[in-house]
């Protein structure tokens, strides 16, 4: 391996160069990193915790009109569960009370603990169609006001040309002033005026 720092070759078990003391075994881990694998300041904790909600939402790539529709999902899901739910335990309940007769009223009342679940799936349904539709029209409404407007565009006879380009300042040297003050036979030493 030759080192970065003062190019002598050296060998492979030495961790610094012997001449410039170079940290070659950090060059070492850096040559057998995979190419596409780099460091990104963006992706720690500490830019995380600084990052804005809507950041956070914009790197997780999910829109609101995303998050409306896995809110529909979830409440059919939900609302899916429940009538399972009711299913199940109408069958179930009803089985056991043919065995209990002395409890047949409370048991076979039980299968109404599947409507919860089906009446938060349908909650989150009627949300998700009609409260969610305005949210996101909302934020919609809130980033085509938070774009600039474009710039009108200018008439031909506005339009300043490249080569029409006149700085305001005069351009400016900084040897310029001591070399005005200097008399004509200082500026040129060892030349003749007769040259």
Not at 64 to 72: L, S, T, V, W
Not at 118 to 125: A, D, E, K, Q
Not at 166 to 192: I, L, N, Y
Request: hydrophobic share 40%.
């Amino acid at each position: 391996m030759f080192c970065p720092g003062c190019g002598t070759e050296s060998n492979e078990a030495l961790k610094f160069c012997k001449r410039c003391g170079a940290n070659l075994s950090g060059v070492r881990d850096t040559l057998a990193r995979p190419a596409g694998r780099h460091f990104d300041p963006t992706k720690t904790w500490v830019a995380e915790m600084l990052m804005t909600s809507e950041e956070k939402v914009r790197r997780r790539g999910t829109t609101p009109e995303e998050k409306r529709y896995n809110e529909i999902k979830g409440g059919v899901i939900v609302s899916m569960v429940g009538v399972a739910l009711m299913i199940f335990l109408g069958i179930f309940f009803e089985g056991v009370a043919q065995h209990k007769p002395e409890a047949a009223d409370i048991l076979t009342r039980l299968w109404v603990v599947g409507v919860i679940p089906f009446l938060v799936g349908l909650g989150i349904i009627i949300n998700g169609f009609f409260i969610s539709r305005r949210i996101v029209e909302l934020k919609r409404r809130q980033q085509l006001s938070s774009t600039p407007a474009p710039l009108p565009l200018s008439s031909p006879q506005e339009t300043i040309q490249p080569d029409a380009y006149v700085p305001a300042v005069p351009d400016f040297s900084v040897a310029e002033p001591s070399t005005q003050r200097m008399p004509d036979s200082a500026a040129s030493p060892g030349r003749s005026e007769d040259n």
